[in-house]
């Protein structure tokens, strides 16, 4: 069956469930504008937030603007706030379009120009399509030679927003309108730069696209305002009239199309062949440019750097040497020993990120000095053969500046004897049925009925608590209630998972809520529509990231929520995932210590944070089929550690398993990551819960166990939602407890009290 037709009838059967179960919130809530409450301080914060995370990709002096400027392309009122997708359709409460945060700082734009726009936008309104099936872009109408020649008599100075969307279910497309310009662009673009002398162009994009044509010599400045949330108009204003000085630096490679990964787009299978070689890590080591390589980013001053190389550590000073106050990142990437590694050593990347600092708001001539010690763990490489991550012997190089590219080398430093720096278990290639029997747990010594109250107030432990409950209890308990948008939570809720039934909540448990994320609280309440991922990742400004999360925490407690589904940790390894916007970045180490700082700054605002999709959820096509298969050093190094951060250094309390299979077996069947990797290595004690629904699947090792057993078995502990899904080949029963073989009381109880250990620290009654 060709692909479209395939989509079109799988959307269909989508927004069929969509109506049948009323979980649709606020679905394309793209373009235009719309005139709320506003909350000052909120805004402020968020504002800041958008501006900060605009990158500069190149200026030849034509911004910040001055004077009377033409403003041309849709975007500019059809301004695309976030994607598209249960990570972007916030009820948001207001948004400021580009044209508009423009108008109210008092920026002279040409009317002419912004009459035509206004006039054809009221007679033209975007078609925003439904679920998997939203516009990419929105068609440009030809601006008449008259309206052209109008404005560039008046000035010599014009903007142009391009802007695409992308979202969930759906990837990009190597075409026009997508990837590519449309023809209506080409013709904008070279009209506009015909005329006038000093053009900027603005991208209003959720995702890399094509970028090779902002190269062209007539085009002055090109400013990536990605997709800033329902502040976005404000944040785009201060940046392109100087009154915020940009200082985003761009957390991904922005490559020619052919230089990305091959292996992209199968819905049955995606071979990850590139390896360890992702984005930055395999341009610097083949020499292949960049259009604008991994960490770039301009300012309107400039930025010189010192710095020094000891054992281990860097010293370094960073000095604004240009005309006006701005904050930048000092990125220290290091290049390691290769060859000791004892199976099918592939070397090392020439430069990995190790660390990250963003300066303080710098005034001309200021300088501000740090010194930061390189993690170990972060200068080791994995060896599958040993199963250890290991400190090799040999030279170290270290490159600090401003991008990946133009970091310069500063020094070296040697290691003289290898080191294992933690040796972890060979997860991915035992005999996972002896390991699953071995570690199978005991039962719970049977305890009267207690309540939960009692184990709140520290009179009983958990494991009493549970080894009081009924089968029937402990199932429940490994499900979510039936449906999306719960009775027992706020409207619009994701699910509710815990006292999903009458018999626990007699006992006290309490129900617990989830909202989707990343980019605001996706409840029937209006809530904070904040900049993507991808945005807030181009800051790489960790206690900024923070502050947008505090925000995103208070307001899941003050919408009664008590889990934000946030943040999407899957790495961008191909600029045509749908999913990019809600996703950091390609690097590991950026991607994990945002996500850390994402998820204290939720705990702190009052909510908890449960980090997806575990793991290579990396396409969207066929996203509940395809198995993402690679290697495990790849693994480990690239797509798990984000993960592993936030553990280490978060201490979560949910995860959330990805739809796909890794290496063959769906993420929620998928012991040795989820039990092995994630409980056992990282020591994560709090609760795994599915995507949204799950294919069913047999245990290869156990035959009788399947679906909700198989999933137990592994450590997922709940099924989200919890009731039957009505779609071919996704009913669920009950687990199967205790046939020969099968799901055990033990393990089902030892699923309970995760889930009970998770609410208890969850601090709610
Ligand atoms: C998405 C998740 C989301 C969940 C609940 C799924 O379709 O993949 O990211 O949290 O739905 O809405």
Redo the contacts with the bound molecule.
Sequence with gaps: MPKTLKKRIMNAIVQLYIRLTGSSLAQSEQGGEEEGPRDPQRGEILRRAAAEGAVLLKNDGTLPLSGTFALFGRCQQDTLYSGY???GDVRRPYAVSIVRGLTEQGASIEEGVRKFYEDFLAAHPADRGGWGDWPFSYPEPEVPQSVLDEAAAKTDRAVVVIGRASG?DRDSEPERGSYYLTDAEEKLLSDVTARFAHVAVVLNIGSVMDMVWTKRASIGAVLLIWQGGMETGNACADVLLGRQNPCGKLPMSVLRLDDYPKNFGDPRENSYDEGIYLGYRATETRGIPAIYPFGHGLSYTNFELRARVGQGRVQFTVRNSGPCAGKTVVQIYVGKPSGQLRTGDKGCPQRELVCFRKTALLAPQEEQTGEVLLEERLLSAYDPARSAFVLQRGTYAVFVGFDAHTADMVGTFAVNEEKIVEQCTPVLHENLKARIQRELPTALPNCPLSSWEEVCSGKRSVEEFVGGLSDDDLIALSRGDLK?DSPLGPSGN??VMGGVTPSLRARGVPAVSMA?GPSGVRLRAPASLVPIATLLASTFDPALVREVYRLLGQECKERGTDVL?AP?LNLQRHPLCGRNFEYFSEDPLLAGKLAAAAVCGLREGGAAACP??FACNNQEFGRNLYSSNVDERTLRELYLRPFEIAVREGQLDFL?TA?NKINGVYAHYHYALVRGIVREEWGFAGCVVT??WMRKGRSPDFRPVKNNAYRIRAGVNVL?PGGNYVGKGIQFGPPAVGKKNGLTRAELQRNAAEVLQTILRLGKK
Excluded: P, S
């Design positions: 997708g249960t990570g969930e999306m994701a699910g989707d589904l999407a997806k999709h959330m739809y995507d949204w989200m």
